[in-house]
């Protein structure tokens, strides 16, 4: 019982030759092949994701309607460099950049998808 697994775990018999660069190359295949499917289904998208909204925190300005991350949903007043007042309902909100989560569309923006429908 113990022979087959001690002869398992020797080394490589007399007289076979190392492991070649192919041989090695196949064994770390599979790891590759992960890694690549990893960075087209998770990474990349996720870095795309990044670069839109960082580009649309760039393009804010005043009276835009927007969403906070946590489901505010208010106009800009005021904008500056770090922080942002919005107006939601009769309530002034001071919030940092990175708190908006997105534009809400507009009436106009909304004609406009159904004129090319």
Do not use: N
Not at 4 to 29: D, R
Not at 30 to 55: E, T, V
Request: aromatic share 6%; hydrophobic share 45%; glycine share 12%.
């Amino acid at each position: 019982m113990f022979e087959s697994i001690a002869y398992a775990m020797g080394g490589a018999p007399a007289g076979t030759a190392p492991a070649g660069g192919t041989e090695m190359l196949m064994q770390f295949m599979p790891l590759i092949l992960m890694f690549l499917i990893f960075w087209f289904l998770l990474i990349r998208p996720q870095q795309k994701r990044a670069k839109a909204h960082k580009q649309m925190l760039s393009e804010l300005k005043r009276g835009d309607h927007v969403m906070t991350g946590s489901g505010l949903i208010g106009r800009i007043l005021e904008i500056d460099d770090e922080q942002v007042l919005l107006e939601c309902g009769e309530a002034k909100l001071r919030i940092t950049r990175g708190a908006i989560g997105g534009l809400m569309p507009t009436k106009s923006d909304k004609e406009e998808k159904e004129a090319k429908k």
